[in-house]
């Protein structure tokens, strides 16, 4: 069930808000958790009855190791308990997500011929497995409770954060379902988390999606593609992919403020940052939190010396990039933004006004550390839109080929959207000949506002300040939201729901 469309905003939202805060207001609290978890493995199972086996069955295994992790009396008996959960869940990770990749680069490499079992991917295997991995760690480290399975499942399946996070910790939630305080309705939660989430729907379905015309359109014909429509399609799909996921992400805090839940913030204004390692505190912080905890400071973090912390931050990278996809193409993306922050982390070159503590030998003002920065960004993004290592090569080609053949004319036009006809029809009556042009100022159009957008308060920021409440403010959320409403006949999903 998709966030933008009629059946969760008209059927299903109204229906778990509504048995949430009955039953609480009955007292009947524990009820009410489980009602919640219903709710949301019918919103999991609504993509794929299928999917709905495996992610009870991850749940059921976790919570069991989770129980027997109470009787661990000694440091073998705990670690092997550890060792069984991280197998369990990078195992079932494995197997769905990375089966085939692995067996078909094994069968290219050694001249094998294991068969491939073209296994459909599960939504949302990666967020939910690393939620479990983190609770899982922690309590082998004696750092968290063995919960009542009333909660654990409502913290695993808590529908607004399932698909495609923010990524979230026990610690963070636990409590908060456990607050009877939070089971009573806040109209002001609600008005904030109802803001928030339509600001986020605005983001989806009036910016992403509309971007998604061309550059989809733009990736599937790269061979066609001359130096100015590459240029406009790297630069449509980095919008894209922020006003999809940051939108998806204000869209799950808005919908758990509504349920006086506080998820974390996912994003903070990524493209205002100065460096590809500030970019990268703001873009995804769940994720980068993840890394850090788990897998970075393990590995033993910034403390064996500047050539292990290097590696160890190569390593971060390089399994993000691994995590978002099974496909060569995700680890040269991640690569190449563990080799910028190695890169930030050498302090040869620092940005004057920066938080980074790290000296460096050469300092450059803000805005040229802003344009390096969104400029490699972009770049790495050849790689992390790319169906093939092919594919992204053939993007490089063009842009260094400097050839321009007027295909921007033909990009331009997949930006035929409903609001856009009025404007057409009214060109094409009266000068049919300069269509092309008027799509091609749309294209540019849309990129400025998306511009101007960026440089503005974030999404979360904008609903905490106090001007919320003013009559002009819950105008335009109202615009906004009968704006989306009428525009779900191009609805989509989610770039994150293939992760």
């Given at each position: 069930?998709?966030?933008?469309?009629?059946?969760?905003?008209?059927?299903?939202?109204?229906?778990?808000?509504?048995?949430?805060?009955?039953?609480?207001?009955?007292?009947?609290?524990?009820?009410?958790?489980?009602?919640?978890?219903?709710?949301?493995?019918?919103?999991?199972?609504?993509?794929?009855?299928?999917?709905?086996?495996?992610?009870?069955?991850?749940?059921?295994?976790?919570?069991?190791?989770?129980?027997?992790?109470?009787?661990?009396?000694?440091?073998?008996?705990?670690?092997?308990?550890?060792?069984?959960?991280?197998?369990?869940?990078?195992?079932?990770?494995?197997?769905?997500?990375?089966?085939?990749?692995?067996?078909?680069?094994?069968?290219?490499?050694?001249?094998?011929?294991?068969?491939?079992?073209?296994?459909?991917?599960?939504?949302?295997?990666?967020?939910?497995?690393?939620?479990?991995?983190?609770?899982?760690?922690?309590?082998?480290?004696?750092?968290?409770?063995?919960?009542?399975?009333?909660?654990?499942?409502?913290?695993?399946?808590?529908?607004?954060?399932?698909?495609?996070?923010?990524?979230?910790?026990?610690?963070?939630?636990?409590?908060?379902?456990?607050?009877?305080?939070?089971?009573?309705?806040?109209?002001?939660?609600?008005?904030?988390?109802?803001?928030?989430?339509?600001?986020?729907?605005?983001?989806?379905?009036?910016?992403?999606?509309?971007?998604?015309?061309?550059?989809?359109?733009?990736?599937?014909?790269?061979?066609?593609?001359?130096?100015?429509?590459?240029?406009?399609?790297?630069?449509?799909?980095?919008?894209?992919?922020?006003?999809?996921?940051?939108?998806?992400?204000?869209?799950?805090?808005?919908?758990?403020?509504?349920?006086?839940?506080?998820?974390?913030?996912?994003?903070?204004?990524?493209?205002?940052?100065?460096?590809?390692?500030?970019?990268?505190?703001?873009?995804?912080?769940?994720?980068?939190?993840?890394?850090?905890?788990?897998?970075?400071?393990?590995?033993?973090?910034?403390?064996?010396?500047?050539?292990?912390?290097?590696?160890?931050?190569?390593?971060?990278?390089?399994?993000?990039?691994?995590?978002?996809?099974?496909?060569?193409?995700?680890?040269?993306?991640?690569?190449?933004?563990?080799?910028?922050?190695?890169?930030?982390?050498?302090?040869?070159?620092?940005?004057?006004?920066?938080?980074?503590?790290?000296?460096a030998k050469l300092y450059i003002p803000r805005p040229v550390g802003w344009f390096f920065t969104f400029m490699f960004f972009n770049i790495s993004l050849i790689f992390f839109g790319s169906s093939s290592m092919c594919n992204?090569?053939?993007?490089?080609?063009?842009?260094?080929?400097?050839?321009?053949?007027?295909?921007?004319?033909?990009?331009?036009?997949?930006?035929?959207?409903?609001?856009?006809?009025?404007?057409?029809?009214?060109?094409?009556?009266?000068?049919?000949?300069?269509?092309?042009?008027?799509?091609?100022?749309?294209?540019?159009?849309?990129?400025?506002?998306?511009?101007?957008?960026?440089?503005?308060?974030?999404?979360?920021?904008?609903?905490?300040?106090?001007?919320?409440?003013?009559?002009?403010?819950?105008?335009?959320?109202?615009?906004?939201?009968?704006?989306?409403?009428?525009?779900?006949?191009?609805?989509?999903?989610?770039?994150?729901?293939?992760?």
């Open positions: 069930m998709l966030f933008n469309s009629y059946i969760f905003i008209f059927i299903f939202l109204p229906l778990v808000l509504a048995g949430w805060y009955f039953l609480n207001s009955k007292k009947a609290y524990t009820f009410a958790k489980f009602f919640l978890a219903g709710m949301s493995l019918w919103f999991y199972a609504y993509f794929n009855y299928y999917y709905l086996m495996i992610i009870v069955a991850s749940i059921l295994g976790n919570y069991l190791l989770s129980f027997l992790m109470k009787f661990s009396r000694t440091k073998l008996s705990s670690r092997l308990l550890l060792f069984t959960g991280l197998l369990f869940n990078l195992g079932l990770l494995f197997y769905f997500k990375y089966y085939d990749f692995f067996f078909e680069n094994i069968n290219a490499l050694f001249q094998t011929d294991f068969a491939l079992k073209h296994i459909l991917l599960p939504l949302g295997i990666s967020f939910f497995t690393f939620q479990q991995v983190s609770f899982i760690v922690d309590r082998c480290l004696g750092k968290a409770d063995h919960y009542s399975f009333a909660n654990y499942i409502t913290f695993v399946t808590f529908f607004p954060q399932l698909i495609a996070g923010p990524i979230v910790l026990y610690k963070e939630m636990m409590p908060q379902f456990e607050d009877i305080s939070n089971r009573k309705f806040s109209l002001d939660n609600f008005y904030k988390g109802f803001s928030l989430f339509t600001l986020g729907l605005g983001k989806k379905v009036l910016l992403a999606d509309v971007l998604a015309l061309p550059v989809n359109f733009g990736f599937q014909n790269t061979l066609f593609l001359d130096t100015p429509s590459t240029l406009l399609v790297i630069l449509a799909y980095t919008f894209q992919i922020y006003f999809d996921f940051s939108g998806y992400s204000d869209m799950a805090i808005g919908l758990g403020r509504m349920f006086n839940i506080e998820l974390p913030v996912n994003f903070n204004s990524p493209y205002k940052a100065c460096s590809v390692k500030e970019l990268w505190q703001r873009w995804h912080m769940t994720l980068s939190r993840f890394f850090i905890q788990y897998v970075y400071i393990p590995l033993g973090g910034s403390r064996k010396g500047k050539a292990r912390t290097m590696f160890n931050t190569f390593m971060v990278f390089f399994l993000s990039g691994l995590w978002h996809g099974a496909n060569w193409t995700y680890v040269a993306w991640g690569t190449m933004q563990g080799l910028l922050v190695i890169w930030d982390n050498l302090g040869i070159v620092g940005v004057k006004g920066s938080n980074d503590k790290l000296p992204a090569f053939q993007m490089f080609k063009n842009i260094f080929a400097l050839k321009e053949t007027g295909y921007i004319y033909k990009l331009a036009a997949n930006l035929d959207i409903p609001e856009f006809y009025i404007f057409k029809q009214a060109i094409n009556l009266a000068k049919p000949d300069l269509l092309n042009y008027a799509f091609v100022i749309l294209f540019v159009l849309l990129l400025v506002i998306c511009f101007f957008i960026i440089s503005r308060k974030n999404a979360v920021q904008l609903v905490t300040d106090e001007r919320v409440s003013s009559n002009k403010f819950a105008m335009i959320i109202s615009a906004i939201f009968v704006w989306c409403i009428i525009s779900f006949s191009q609805v989509s999903t989610f770039i994150y729901f293939n992760f």
